[in-house]
């Protein structure tokens, strides 16, 4: 009777030992956006790094799905209402997620994606500074004040009208996907005289004859910065922990893939995102030095300060680095 019992109580250890493993989702659904600034998540999904990284963390098979936005503010209702469970934001993005979820969902950084610079061009041949935009120009970018772009021509109209007018040149602004944004600029023949894009789309809009730039990211920040990061809830970290790891683990595993092979990793962009650039071009990008394909995050503070000092993030992080990331991101500064 007593070793029934022992047997009993030894099988009923074993059953609960098993339950966290047991109980992780068996999917995960990522979302990404245009451009070589996701170039990881599609070398992740590309070569199936998540599955196999889930596999070697003991989870087997684990399905996952991908899809492609338009920008930020269209992931965030998505990883609220649990539709995503990892996304990959601007800065902007994440702080106003971050401020709307504490408490609750949690939402924070679990990794940086890249450091890329962002170009403001325009093909408005009177346009060579800011004060030259008349009310009747029009000015592309990802979304309307909620977008990294969109944060960055406010910073840059502080610099240019003074503080109180950081917003001067909304009005002007228009979301448009950067595939689009980018057809228009070269196209002509519409209102829209200028774009605040990223790459490949900035630099293939140089190209052409007439288009310049007249400010970018790393002159408005004083240094570079992450131009994505990727966020989860707090909640799913909780209840997946293996399979939050394994994501995590893939994002690093194609981080190295296109660090150390840049000519196969531009392959995939060019095969996944059916870009018919030529293949120079996108290698031209990513041997440029201020592009970085890395999971640090840098300079979120310029960001969330400036959105302190204009109402627009309520609480105010007192520690960024501790608030807004999670323990596995690293903070580059």
């Given at each position: ?15 609960v ?6 109980a ?6 990522a ?16 070569q199936?790094l998540v ?22 503010d ?19 993005g ?40 008349k ?5 592309a ?50 209102e ?36 994505n ?14 399979l939050?790891?394994a ?8 981080t ?14 060019l ?33 969330t ?17 501790t608030?807004?990331?999670f ?7």
């Amino acid at each position: 009777m007593h070793r029934f019992a022992f047997r009993t109580i030894a099988a009923l250890a074993a059953i609960v030992l098993a339950l966290p493993a047991l109980a992780e989702a068996n999917r995960v659904r990522a979302a990404k956006q245009y451009g070589i600034g996701y170039l990881q998540l599609m070398v992740m999904e590309d070569q199936k790094l998540v599955e196999k990284q889930a596999a070697a963390a003991g989870l087997g098979e684990v399905a996952v799905e991908w899809a492609t936005f338009r920008s930020s503010d269209v992931m965030n209702d998505a990883l609220i209402s649990g539709s995503l469970d990892f996304v990959c934001l601007g800065i902007p993005g994440l702080a106003t997620i971050w401020s709307k979820t504490r408490g609750r969902d949690d939402v924070r950084a679990a990794a940086g994606l890249n450091a890329l610079p962002l170009f403001l061009n325009v093909r408005e041949p009177s346009i060579k500074t800011l004060q030259d935009f008349k009310p009747e120009h029009r000015i592309a970018l990802p979304a309307v004040k909620v977008s990294m772009q969109a944060l960055l021509l406010q910073m840059a109209s502080a610099k240019a009208f003074g503080e109180k007018d950081y917003a001067k040149l909304d009005p002007l602004t228009t979301s448009l996907a950067h595939p689009d944004a980018t057809g228009m600029m070269l196209g002509g023949g519409t209102e829209i005289v200028a774009n605040f894009s990223s790459y490949p789309f900035q630099a293939r809009q140089l190209k052409q004859a007439g288009i310049r730039t007249i400010t970018n990211s790393v002159e408005i920040l004083g240094g570079p910065s992450s131009f994505n990061v990727i966020a989860a809830t707090g909640r799913f970290r909780r209840d997946n922990p293996k399979l939050y790891g394994a994501f995590l683990a893939a994002l690093d595993e194609a981080t190295d893939l296109i660090n150390k092979d840049k000519s196969a990793a531009a392959d995939i962009y060019l095969r996944l995102s059916k870009d018919r650039a030529p293949k120079a071009e996108i290698m031209e990008i990513m041997n440029d030095p201020a592009v970085r394909f890395t999971t640090d995050v840098f300079n979120l503070a310029a960001f969330t300060d400036f959105m302190a000092k204009t109402g627009m993030l309520k609480p105010t992080p007192k520690d960024w680095k501790t608030e807004m990331l999670f323990p596995e991101a690293k903070p580059a500064n």
